[in-house]
């Protein structure tokens, strides 16, 4: 009984929640055919008799932004709020679901078996573009690239965390509107704060470029005349701006810890959800 009543809650997550992922995923999809038609036409097409130079350029500044919205955009989305909440509240879900024989476990754990799945869709979805990706510029998808994924997953799962333990505590849409002010205005100070940090890194390895910047002309020219024979180390290297063996450094060591951390933020995540429940039982309950 209990099982069937929290397939019940799956499915009535998922009939809120489906268009925004569906649209999400059709929307990176599309954006993927657009940067393969690129390529079909760089290495078939009208952008095939531009000079090795110009269309190694073209290639390079393509293939970087497929990457980087294709294939980690599936991972985003999946990691991203769909405004479940609000549609509950605006519903009066929050008041009735209590006179129903759920509990906030159930609750609960349904919704972390759809966030679960989606996350699960989403993440085989970018994998799937990454080895694409890689395989049509002449590489193989490589253990590092599975890093990057399950990190920008940690960062969206952290993300929802902070999220959800501002707009869960809402019963009305005036405190939903408040707390999800509250959340915009601590990532937005925590973005400024991190911005500032890299802005300071970067601007090190600016210096540092200007200094040898024929070393980063050499990466650069490299990837552009022959792509298809272009290692991670190069990419790295270029995006990185030569510093694609301390990434790679640095990875090795976070890669044993980035399963664990996983794990620790769905278990947090699964905590915060039941506790903005549970602790709400006798407010929802004493409003029917």
């Keep these: 009984m209990r099982t069937e009543r929290v397939k019940a809650l799956i499915r009535r997550e998922w009939k809120l929640s489906k268009k925004f992922y569906l649209s999400g995923f059709a929307a990176i999809f599309g954006i993927g055919l657009v940067f393969l038609l690129f390529e079909l036409s760089m290495q078939f097409g009208n952008l095939k008799s531009l000079r090795s130079d110009e269309l190694g350029a073209i290639r390079?500044?393509?293939?970087?932004?497929?990457?980087?919205?294709?294939?980690y955009g599936p991972v985003a989305v999946s990691a991203s709020e769909n405004g479940t909440h609000k549609k509950d509240i605006q519903a009066k879900?929050?008041?009735y679901s209590y006179t129903l024989p759920v509990t906030p476990n159930e609750r609960a754990a349904a919704r972390m078996i759809l966030l679960l799945c989606i996350q699960a869709v989403g993440f085989l979805l970018s994998a799937g573009w990454v080895t694409?990706?890689?395989?049509?510029?002449g590489s193989h998808f490589s253990i590092y690239a599975f890093l990057i994924l399950l990190v920008i997953l940690d960062i969206g799962l952290l993300m929802l965390l902070i999220q959800y333990a501002f707009?869960?505590?809402?019963r009305d849409m005036k405190s939903y509107s408040a707390l999800q002010t509250k959340f915009t205005v601590t990532m937005i100070g925590a973005g400024m704060f991190f911005g500032m940090l890299i802005a300071r890194k970067m601007k090190h390895i600016a210096e540092e470029v200007k200094q040898d910047e024929s070393k980063y002309l050499g990466f650069m020219q490299k990837i552009e005349e022959a792509p298809e024979k272009a290692i991670l180390t190069d990419w790295l290297n270029l995006f990185t701006f030569g510093h694609a063996e301390q990434i790679i450094s640095t990875a090795k060591h976070l890669l044993p810890l980035a399963i664990p951390l996983t794990v620790v933020l769905y278990v947090l995540l699964f905590l915060v959800i039941r506790r903005n429940l549970k602790g709400a039982w006798s407010h929802d309950r004493s409003a029917v």
């Design 167 to 170: 707009i869960l505590r809402a």
């Design 93 to 95: 879900w929050l008041k």
């Design 132 to 137: 694409f990706s890689l395989k049509m510029l």
């Design 60 to 71: 390079v500044f393509v293939w970087y932004i497929s990457l980087t919205v294709t294939a």
